[in-house]
């Protein structure tokens, strides 16, 4: 088993126990746009999230000169999926923006659950770190469940421990996980009406589909009429016809078609589906649950793949250890 550790204010290095250290700087804030289509509004989440992230930086700032703590945020990532080595390289750079400090905690696959709980244990009780994540999804032979529980509640930022699902589904003051929380804040920052709205929520994951359904209906956040549906439904297309809002968070491309969708919903678009693309550098491209072209031209309000949900999911995250870096759930 190898681990690396790296320490950054702003720039990352490779190599054993390496550290940088630099000033953070924000990038600019951007506004979000319209779309070409009449009536359709793209929702920027790309743009809103620059805004949200020199927003917090400001707010660092600010607290630094007053004579406060740095938020710092670590993550711990284990073996080399591609996916996940793109993400946490995505943290890494969004707490850079925002003036955090950050730690990457590197594992290789063969690492046992007994090596990550005890350093879930050593994060748990290091006080300068104010949040941390474990990024899933983790090698099948460790229970994700257990390294879930093993962590602190109180620096649980991605919203996944029990004790912050409890807390939410019942409207306490908690982290909620990063993509319900940073879709509830496109559509609050676009001013999209969600209260007695007919909301439709594609999947049922505890990552989106159950934590949003409960976020939507909660008085604070959707306060709206919601339905779950997903693989099992056998009137799903029905309740998706009848949506004012539509969040699809269902895993299977393209699954959203025009014919489901009426005239002037809002379309959310959680899906991201690496399919192959030979004329891409990558190989591969990124795509949404939503057939975009066809049902964008009946949205008011619809977000792209990639730049609508994606970028606010590292946003949030930012924002839920601004707030544990101020305490401002958990003492």
């Given at each position: 088993m190898n681990k690396t550790e790296v320490t950054s204010h702003s720039s990352l290095e490779n190599g054993q126990g390496s550290v940088a250290s630099a000033a953070g700087h924000p990038s600019a804030a951007g506004h979000p746009s319209l779309g070409e289509?009449?009536?359709?509004?793209?929702?920027?989440?790309?743009?809103?999230?620059?805004?949200?992230?020199a927003e917090i930086?400001?707010?660092?700032?600010?607290?630094?000169?007053?004579?406060?703590?740095?938020?710092?945020?670590?993550?711990?990532?284990?073996?080399?999926?591609?996916?996940s080595e793109t993400y946490v390289k995505n943290k890494v750079l969004a707490c850079e923006q925002c003036g955090f400090k950050s730690t990457l905690i590197r594992y290789e696959a063969d690492v046992t659950e007994e090596e990550l709980l005890s350093c879930v244990s050593r994060l748990n009780l290091d006080d300068d770190i104010d949040g941390f994540i474990v990024q899933l999804p983790l090698p099948k032979h460790i229970n994700e469940q257990n390294i879930i529980e093993a962590i602190n509640y109180r620096k649980d930022v991605d919203g996944f421990h029990p004790i912050n699902v409890g807390r939410m589904a019942i409207g306490l003051p908690c982290f909620i996980s990063a993509t319900p929380l940073g879709i509830l804040t496109l559509l609050k920052r676009y001013n999209v009406e969600t209260s007695g709205k007919k909301c439709v929520i594609l999947g049922r994951s505890n990552i989106v589909g159950k934590p949003m359904a409960q976020l939507m209906l909660q008085k604070q956040y959707g306060d709206a009429t919601v339905t779950v549906c997903h693989s099992r439904s056998k009137t799903l297309k029905e309740e998706c016809r009848?949506?004012?809002?539509?969040?699809?968070?269902?895993?299977?491309?393209?699954?959203?078609?025009?014919?489901?969708?009426?005239?002037g919903a809002v379309v959310i678009d959680v899906g991201t589906t690496r399919v192959p693309d030979s004329s891409r550098k990558s190989g591969f491209r990124l795509n949404g649950d939503v057939k975009f072209d066809e049902v964008a031209p009946k949205c008011s309000y619809i977000t792209p793949v990639p730049g609508g949900v994606g970028p606010m999911t590292i946003c949030s995250l930012m924002l839920n250890t601004l707030k544990a870096g101020k305490k401002e759930y958990y003492k």
């Open positions: 289509g009449p009536g359709v509004g793209l929702i920027d989440g790309k743009a809103t999230a620059t805004q949200i992230k930086a400001k707010e660092v700032k600010e607290i630094m000169a007053a004579g406060g703590k740095r938020p710092h945020l670590a993550a711990v990532l284990v073996g080399h999926d591609g996916g009848q949506a004012d809002i539509i969040i699809a968070a269902i895993g299977q491309p393209n699954f959203v078609t025009a014919d489901m969708v009426k005239e």
